[in-house]
């Protein structure tokens, strides 16, 4: 027994190390990234498990009329990680194999029954297998279950029952340990694989920052050639993409990279799936040279990403990533609609820009609340961790994010109730809390009716400004305090933190519209004053770790209580 445990051993480490080979392969990585499996990424996953298991069948050893094997670690891994049509088609291909070739003994029908079998219960447990926090400790359990259920499948039918009893006798210990630690080994490796994966999306995220700030000032100057060359070529020296390009809706405006000898600037666009991009608005991906459809047949482009370029809904144009080897996966399509969403945003702000330098109006104010890097992506990486850890959590920040960005999109111009102030003032807080969990808490005192009208985001800003200059910095967290009262022929709203606090300079510098890191600030103030006019006033009291006051008085008639 010790010497076939010995031989058992060898041959998981066999199985292991194909596996891990397999793994490598950009194909079976880009599998094993995605969420939700195609029907061709099943039939992908099945002929490859079963092909594995077959491997663990011909490399297993002969012993008193059978084989003593690793086949069920192929069938229970293709189960738990593609689910049961997985775990079926694997079984089939495995079982199948081991009962139909000629390769001896009296076990032929039972072990391929059991590995159908076995590949079936793993399917079904794929389920709580992906909900499971420990994946490697509940791999290891199955794999002792399945392997205990061969060998009671094997006392079933295999005959002679004499010869059955005395087989089981000596090899179910290997084989439940050894196969055992083999799927759990496999299930580390995967694990390891998906985790590089999300190490690897948030550098893509980091990439995208880094790109939007250095491509910034590029877009500010306009869409034309010499624009899209340099941001062309600033992505290009920053991803490990073979070829990037940017179009408009009937020319290419910069191709640098591979094939920019026939992909030339000027020139009408060229491949189909740009076209088709253009025309219906969104993301097209190309896997082989005919699917790009340049007409040049000497083209070496063999897998694209195309994301629409949009402003204010409408398609200005693409930008396009390539490769000449390998293909596009989950990761790159995400680092070009990240790159793509912030260059769309990046246009539109030059353009208001042009049209109005008191950036005042409704789609600069949202414009900017939408293009602050930092607290979207950091709120992202919070949603990306809670993916894993608490689904229903990260499906709740998404909502209040996506919540979030829409009221910042809206118009600025008009009056909203203080209601719906506070409930957008409650959704960024939902956000904040998913990030900075208790240590920052709100405390409101509303001692005014809600139905009272005021200009919209008026005070959710001072809100998040207070945060982020105000409590953030302090690292120990902090209260925010909200209060609204009626006070003369008005109503007074004081916002109030005890952060780090500002200096009297710094003060004096915001009132004056001279510091340029509140822009958000000053832009509450001036809204104020030209919806409220001079009767309004927007007063800051602030003392250095004391923490800091924002208040202002909104002349409006009083509204009665319901």
């Given at each position: 027994m010790l010497d076939l445990l010995i031989a058992l051993l060898y041959h998981v480490g066999l199985i292991v190390m194909i596996g891990l080979i397999f793994s490598r392969a950009r194909t079976f990585?880009?599998?094993?990234?995605?969420?939700?499996?195609?029907?061709?990424?099943?039939?992908?996953?099945s002929l490859l498990f079963g092909v594995l298991s077959i491997i663990g069948t011909i490399t297993g050893i002969h012993y008193q009329g059978a084989i003593v094997n690793t086949r069920v670690i192929g069938v229970a891994i293709g189960g738990l990680l593609g689910g049961p049509l997985v775990g079926v088609l694997s079984g089939i291909i495995a079982g199948g194999?081991?009962?139909?070739?000629?390769?001896?003994?009296?076990?032929?029908?039972?072990?391929?029954?059991?590995?159908?079998?076995?590949?079936?219960?793993?399917?079904?447990?794929?389920?709580?297998?992906?909900?499971?926090?420990?994946?490697?400790?509940?791999?290891?359990?199955?794999?002792?279950?399945?392997?205990?259920?061969?060998?009671?499948?094997?006392?079933?039918?295999?005959?002679?029952?004499?010869?059955?009893?005395?087989?089981?006798?000596?090899?179910?210990?290997?084989?439940i340990l050894v196969n055992?630690?083999?799927?759990?080994?496999?299930?580390?490796?995967?694990?390891?694989?998906?985790?590089?994966?999300?190490?690897?999306?948030?550098?893509?995220?980091?990439?995208?920052?880094?790109?939007?700030?250095?491509?910034?000032?590029?877009?500010?100057?306009?869409?034309?050639?010499e624009t899209a060359y340099h941001m062309a070529n600033q992505i290009l020296e920053a991803t490990d993409f073979d070829a990037v390009a940017i179009t408009n809706t009937v020319e290419i405006l910069a191709h640098v990279g591979a094939e920019s000898n026939h992909h030339v600037a000027g020139n009408p666009v060229m491949t189909h799936i740009t076209k088709k991009v253009i025309e219906y608005g969104d993301i097209r991906l190309a896997y082989s040279k005919e699917e790009i459809g340049c007409p040049d047949d000497s083209c070496a482009l063999q897998a694209a990403v195309i994301v629409p370029i949009e402003d204010v809904g409408e398609i200005i144009g693409t930008l396009k990533f390539?490769?000449?080897?390998?293909?596009?996966?989950?990761?790159?399509?995400?680092?070009?609609?990240?790159?793509?969403?912030?260059?769309?945003?990046?246009?539109?702000?030059?353009?208001?820009?042009?049209?109005?330098?008191?950036?005042?109006?409704?789609?600069i104010r949202a414009l900017q609340a939408q293009i602050s890097p930092h607290f979207f992506f950091n709120t992202l990486n919070v949603i990306g961790s809670l993916i894993r850890t608490n689904p229903d959590k990260a499906r709740?920040?998404?909502?209040?994010?996506?919540?979030?960005?829409?009221?910042n999109m809206q118009s600025l111009e008009g009056e909203i109730s203080l209601e719906e102030e506070l409930k957008h003032i409650e959704t960024f807080m939902s956000i904040i809390r998913a990030r900075f969990g208790d240590q920052i808490v709100m405390e409101k005192h509303?001692?005014?009716?809600?139905?009272?009208?005021?200009l919209p985001l008026l005070l959710q800003p001072l809100v998040e400004n207070a945060i982020f200059h105000g409590i953030v910095p302090k690292g120990t967290g902090g209260v925010i305090t909200l209060t609204a009262k009626y006070e003369k022929q008005g109503v007074t709203i004081e916002i109030?933190?005890?952060g780090v606090g500002m200096k009297e300079a710094k003060v004096q510098g915001i009132l004056e519209g001279k510091d340029e890191s509140a822009i958000g600030i000053q832009n509450v103030k001036k809204r104020i004053e030209k919806h409220y006019g001079k009767t309004a006033t927007f007063e800051i009291e602030s003392q250095v770790d004391r923490g800091s006051l924002f208040r202002t008085y909104l002349p409006m008639k009083r509204e009665v209580e319901d």
């Open positions: 990585k880009n599998i094993f990234a995605k969420k939700k499996l195609t029907g061709l990424d099943k039939l992908t996953m194999h081991r009962w139909l070739i000629d390769i001896g003994g009296f076990t032929a029908v039972s072990c391929g029954i059991s590995t159908l079998v076995e590949g079936i219960i793993a399917g079904l447990f794929s389920k709580a297998f992906r909900r499971s926090h420990s994946k490697i400790v509940f791999a290891l359990v199955l794999g002792l279950c399945l392997e205990s259920l061969q060998m009671i499948i094997l006392m079933l039918i295999a005959r002679p029952i004499e010869a059955t009893i005395q087989l089981v006798s000596v090899i179910s210990f290997p084989m055992s630690i083999g799927i759990a080994l496999f299930i580390m490796i995967i694990t390891n694989i998906q985790e590089l994966g999300t190490i690897q999306a948030r550098l893509r995220a980091r990439q995208a920052l880094i790109i939007a700030d250095k491509t910034l000032q590029t877009v500010r100057s306009g869409f034309n050639q390539y490769r000449t080897e390998g293909g596009i996966d989950d990761i790159d399509v995400e680092m070009a609609k990240g790159l793509a969403g912030l260059l769309s945003t990046q246009l539109r702000l030059a353009s208001l820009e042009e049209q109005s330098k008191l950036q005042l109006s409704a789609e709740e920040v998404l909502v209040d994010l996506s919540a979030y960005l829409r009221k509303i001692e005014v009716s809600e139905n009272i009208k005021l109030m933190d005890d």
